[in-house]
């Protein structure tokens, strides 16, 4: 794991988005298309702001959510209104975006997206990432080393059902970014580190991540 630590949250999420653009070249430069997957939520929409004006070749560039409640896409709590609101304007328009949302229980075939070029995961307070919870019943399937790309879970707030990728995607993603801010997270970070994957989910990219964190 590598920890980055910035003096400021504009700093951090300006640094990431040119991180990100670099990355995403550097992937099109050796293959004929990237997979990008991105987190939903308020923390990395400055980044967003800044990514989708990059001067990248986005049409070759496939953008998904890591995960995504079982809401309508134009919903006020799903990812995808926010990723296309965010990410998926100015230049980025040109990404074609890969929905992770089930038909009924039936779940759509990522398989020719993976390996993900680049991930981008926040993390919360309780440790987890995407949509894979401490205490989910769903969570020892979903970090099996078989799991399916994507796996519907309960949410542990009792909030929305939710899709999210695997463990196993996560791990296998070319490159992983971790956006995190604030005291609390950083103090979550830090149990992480000393934790199973089954108590801090977000174990499962530590190993070769990069974390960005902010005050």
């Given at each position: ?86 990410l998926l304007t100015s230049k980025a328009a040109a990404a074609n975006y890969v929905s ?48 399916p790309d994507l796996m519907l879970v309960e949410a542990s707030d009792g909030l929305e ?35 199973t994957r089954l108590e801090a989910p977000i174990r499962t990219v530590l190993a070769n ?7």
């Amino acid at each position: 794991m590598e920890f980055i630590e910035y003096p400021d949250r504009d700093l951090m999420m300006f640094d990431l988005a040119n991180a990100l653009a670099g990355e995403l070249n550097a992937a099109l430069m050796t293959h004929d298309t990237a997979s990008f997957a991105v987190p939903g939520g308020s923390t990395p929409g400055p980044v967003f702001d800044a990514l989708c004006a990059a001067p990248l070749e986005w049409e070759r560039i496939t953008v998904l959510a890591g995960d995504e409640r079982r809401v309508p896409a134009d919903h006020e709590r799903s990812n995808e209104r926010m990723i296309r609101a965010r990410l998926l304007t100015s230049k980025a328009a040109a990404a074609n975006y890969v929905s992770i949302r089930p038909d009924g229980d039936k779940l759509p075939d990522i398989s020719a997206h993976l390996p993900l070029s680049v991930l981008v995961v926040g993390m919360g307070e309780d440790m987890h990432t995407a949509s894979l919870f401490p205490g989910s019943p769903d969570l020892e399937a979903a970090l099996a080393p078989d799991a399916p790309d994507l796996m519907l879970v309960e949410a542990s707030d009792g909030l929305e059902p939710r899709v999210t990728l695997s463990g196993r995607v996560l791990e296998e993603a070319m490159s992983t970014h971790v956006l995190i801010a604030g005291k609390e997270k950083r103090e979550a970070l830090e149990r992480a580190q000393h934790s199973t994957r089954l108590e801090a989910p977000i174990r499962t990219v530590l190993a070769n991540a990069t974390v960005h964190w902010a005050p």
